[in-house]
């Protein structure tokens, strides 16, 4: 006899990082649960885009989906305006997922109502006739908000799948009392800027959406936060272990009118497997000869660019070091720190940014490569012995959940506040003292010779390496995550079942 089935809904966001999050939370949930239990989970992920659905890079993702996860890429949205005003990356996201509203509203109602409406897309049509089960609750993105009041229209509950720290969800849900509070910048405030359960941190590490309280950003931020109470609860990609005290402030028993917030991490990317590509190869080829933790592993994340002077220094202070090293996904250089995070774009000639003769200088001591590299594999690779990281929170969680101490290099979004929580909450991180303005080479050679050689680094790397273990604790089948995500389940099929 066929299992019955519970159908949930996703909304993304056009963004690879949260996609990959999000659906590897539902991948997770599949995984747990169709092979071992009397019910299957049905997953459809409704996604806005921008361009075209999927990228190079982000393809071979997409086509490794099981098939009981279904993802419906809505049309393009314009968005040209947005970019063209030099928007911040939140931005850009949220106002883009915003156009997207409509079309997000006609594909949840025709999945949830089981008929194709009028304004439905074809897509959506197609959903409802391939999944025949209607939809019990609704998991959106942090920046897709405004998706939630369609789960109460339809009836349905409403979730919030936060793919970031709980520190940066602590500060969210606290941000209506910072907003009054603080009555200056955050930046020039004179105190270190409390977070519940949390580190205090520096005003000019908050997000950058925050940066500037006249923008339409702090605008859209507040609002965003304000909507975040609202909901059934707050799936975090976090682990209680990690963030023990920050998911304790946050608790609803607490009395702090938040709603239950559930830690399911660490959610990281798996390799879905199949060829590889020839630069997947090369780099993996390369690390196979190489000693044990002797390379420093570099990657700005799906997006992230330097300022050419920083290229130069960056390179400089890596030669310098005289560790080994692989860069990846060098791209051409850009004074703001996110021009590419929607294209991904990457250069065929990474020569033209580079110090004149650094290639050759540094053959036999690094790799540089202008591709999409197979991060979660070089990261579980035993020659990498570091990370320099742009401390996007999926690379944090890979890192972490591989073991990888790391260089904290944010660069843009929440990323200053990624990089306070790992250097001087977790302490499994240095970070460069310069602040704001370039790194030069000669502090980057000795952040580097410290985190491979130094003491210090010998004391982060402990530290992760114990991070790394309650990270494997949190995953296993009596974990603290994977309880959590048995007992969402629970719920979820008990409202969901039918035939
Ligand atoms: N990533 C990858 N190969 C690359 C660059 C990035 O696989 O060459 C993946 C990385 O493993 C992570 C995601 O892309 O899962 C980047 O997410 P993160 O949150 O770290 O940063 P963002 O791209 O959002 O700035």
Same mark, same amino acid.
């Given at each position: 006899?066929e299992?019955?089935?519970?159908?949930?809904?996703?909304?993304?966001?056009p963004?690879?990082?949260?996609?990959?999050?999000?659906?590897?939370?539902?991948?997770?949930?599949?995984?747990?649960?169709?092979?071992?239990?009397?019910?299957?989970?049905?997953?459809?992920?409704?996604?806005?885009?921008?361009?075209?659905?999927?990228?190079?890079?982000?393809?071979?993702?997409?086509?490794?989906l099981?098939?009981?996860?279904?993802?419906?890429?809505?049309?393009?949205?314009?968005?040209?305006d947005?970019?063209?005003?030099?928007?911040?990356?939140?931005?850009?996201v949220?106002l883009?997922?915003?156009?997207?509203?409509?079309l997000?509203?006609?594909?949840?109602?025709?999945?949830?109502?089981?008929?194709?409406?009028?304004?439905?897309?074809?897509?959506?049509?197609?959903?409802?006739?391939?999944?025949?089960?209607?939809?019990?609750?609704?998991?959106v993105?942090?920046?897709?908000?405004?998706?939630?009041?369609?789960?109460?229209?339809?009836?349905?509950?409403?979730?919030?799948?936060f793919?970031?720290?709980?520190?940066?969800?602590?500060?969210?849900?606290?941000?209506?009392?910072?907003?009054?509070?603080?009555?200056?910048?955050?930046?020039d405030?004179?105190?270190?800027?409390?977070?519940?359960?949390?580190?205090?941190?520096?005003?000019?590490?908050?997000?950058?959406?925050?940066?500037?309280?006249?923008?339409?950003?702090?605008?859209?931020?507040?609002?965003?936060?304000?909507?975040?109470?609202?909901?059934?609860?707050?799936?975090?990609?976090?682990?209680?272990?990690?963030?023990?005290?920050?998911?304790?402030?946050?608790?609803?028993?607490?009395g702090?009118?938040?709603?239950?917030?559930y830690?399911?991490?660490?959610?990281?990317?798996?390799?879905?497997?199949?060829?590889?590509?020839?630069?997947?190869?090369?780099?993996?080829?390369?690390?196979? #000869?190489?000693? @044990?933790? =002797? +390379?420093?592993?570099?990657?700005?994340?799906?997006?992230?660019? *330097?300022s050419? /002077? $920083?290229?130069?220094?960056?390179?400089?202070?890596?030669?310098l070091?005289?560790?080994?090293?692989?860069?990846?996904?060098?791209?051409?250089?850009?004074?703001?720190?996110?021009?590419?995070?929607?294209?991904?774009d990457?250069?065929?000639?990474?020569?033209?940014?580079?110090?004149?003769?650094?290639?050759?200088?540094?053959?036999?001591?690094?790799?540089?490569?202008?591709?999409?590299?197979?991060?979660?594999?070089?990261?579980?690779?035993?020659?990498?012995?570091?990370?320099?990281?742009?401390?996007?929170? #999926?690379s944090? @969680?890979? =890192? +972490?959940?591989?073991?990888?101490?790391?260089?904290?290099?944010? *660069?843009?979004? /929440? $990323?200053?506040?990624?990089?306070?929580?790992?250097?001087?909450?977790?302490?499994?991180?240095?970070?460069?003292?310069?602040?704001?303005?370039v790194?030069v080479?000669?502090?980057?050679a000795?952040l580097?010779?410290?985190m491979?050689?130094?003491?210090?680094?010998?004391?982060?790397?402990?530290?992760?390496?114990?991070?790394?273990?309650s990270?494997?604790?949190?995953?296993?089948?009596?974990?603290?995550?994977?309880?959590?995500?048995?007992?969402?389940?629970?719920?979820?099929?008990?409202?969901?079942?039918?035939?």
């Open positions: 006899m299992k019955p089935t519970t159908h949930i809904a996703l909304v993304s966001v963004a690879f990082s949260h996609q990959i999050s999000i659906l590897e939370f539902a991948k997770r949930l599949i995984q747990l649960h169709n092979h071992t239990t009397t019910t299957n989970f049905h997953v459809t992920c409704i996604i806005p885009t921008l361009t075209s659905p999927t990228t190079l890079y982000s393809k071979p993702f997409f086509d490794s099981p098939p009981s996860i279904h993802c419906i890429f809505l049309p393009p949205v314009n968005f040209d947005l970019q063209n005003n030099g928007d911040s990356v939140e931005n850009q949220q883009s997922t915003s156009r997207a509203m409509p997000v509203r006609d594909t949840l109602t025709s999945l949830v109502t089981n008929i194709a409406t009028p304004g439905g897309t074809v897509a959506a049509a197609a959903a409802a006739t391939t999944t025949s089960n209607k939809v019990v609750a609704l998991i993105d942090a920046m897709a908000t405004e998706a939630l009041e369609f789960g109460k229209e339809l009836n349905i509950l409403s979730y919030l799948y793919p970031c720290s709980t520190m940066l969800l602590s500060m969210c849900l606290h941000f209506s009392k910072l907003d009054e509070i603080v009555l200056c910048e955050y930046k405030h004179p105190q270190l800027i409390e977070i519940p359960g949390c580190i205090p941190v520096n005003g000019i590490d908050l997000p950058d959406s925050v940066q500037d309280r006249g923008s339409l950003a702090y605008k859209l931020f507040l609002q965003r936060c304000q909507q975040y109470r609202g909901v059934d609860g707050i799936l975090v990609n976090s682990f209680l272990e990690m963030e023990d005290e920050a998911t304790r402030a946050i608790s609803p028993e607490k702090s009118g938040n709603p239950p917030v830690p399911i991490g660490p959610i990281i990317q798996t390799w879905p497997g199949g060829p590889r590509s020839s630069c997947d190869c090369k780099c993996l080829v390369w690390l196979d #000869n190489q000693p @044990l933790n =002797s +390379v420093l592993y570099v990657s700005f994340g799906s997006g992230g660019t *330097l050419q /002077e $920083q290229i130069n220094e960056l390179a400089l202070g890596l030669e070091s005289r560790q080994k090293f692989l860069w990846v996904n060098l791209r051409a250089p850009n004074d703001r720190a996110s021009a590419t995070y929607f294209s991904g990457l250069v065929d000639e990474p020569l033209h940014f580079l110090p004149v003769g650094f290639l050759e200088r540094t053959k036999g001591q690094g790799l540089v490569m202008p591709t999409w590299a197979p991060q979660t594999e070089i990261l579980g690779h035993s020659a990498v012995g570091a990370f320099l990281t742009h401390c996007g929170w #999926n944090i @969680l890979e =890192s +972490v959940v591989k073991g990888v101490p790391m260089i904290a290099w944010p *660069l843009f979004a /929440e $990323q200053r506040t990624n990089a306070a929580l790992v250097t001087h909450g977790l302490k499994v991180a240095l970070r460069p003292k310069s602040g704001n303005c790194v080479k000669e502090e980057i000795c580097v010779k410290g491979m050689e130094g003491l210090e680094g010998e004391e982060v790397r402990r530290r992760m390496k114990e991070l790394q273990k990270a494997a604790c949190a995953l296993m089948e009596d974990g603290s995550s994977t309880s959590t995500i048995y007992k969402l389940a629970y719920k979820w099929k008990t409202l969901g079942i039918s035939f």
